[in-house]
Nanobody, 117 residues
Framework: QVPLVESGGGVVQPGGSLRLSCAAS????????VRWYRQTPGKERELVAG????????TYAESVQGRFTISRDDAKNTVDLQMTDLKFEDTGVYYC??????????WGQGTQVTVSP
């Protein structure tokens, strides 16, 4: 069973919004570092947003600052990425990543986000 599953991707017009969700099975995300990455063809996977294990510790890529928000729902064991004012350059496959304090890492299979008129 895949430990991390992303959902919520799709096609959206520029300026639109999408909410991605990373759901975990068999692991508790509450105590793990969780990040969202994205990858576009020909480019390396880049960090978009991260949520640390210390409450309310978040980081964002400069390109998404002010437009994307990462949040946790411990009751649902999910970490969401709210994306607003989407731009063409936000297009890509978005991956959820989690890491235990001792270094074990998990990746989801990705969800496609396409920003297109």
């Amino acid at each position: 069973q895949v430990p991390l599953v992303e959902s919520g991707g799709g096609v959206v017009q520029p300026g639109g919004s999408l909410r991605l969700s990373c759901a975990a099975s068999d692991i508790n995300l509450t105590y793990l570092l969780v990040r969202w990455y994205r990858q576009t063809p020909g480019k390396e996977r880049e960090l978009v947003a991260g949520s640390g294990t210390v409450k309310d510790t978040t980081t964002y890529a400069e390109s998404v600052q002010g437009r994307f928000t990462i949040s946790r729902d411990d009751a649902k064991n999910t970490v969401d990425l709210q994306m607003t004012d989407l731009k063409f350059e936000d297009t890509g496959v978005y991956y959820c990543y989690a890491r235990r304090p001792l270094g074990v890492q998990y990746w989801g299979q990705g969800t496609q986000v396409t920003v297109s008129p």
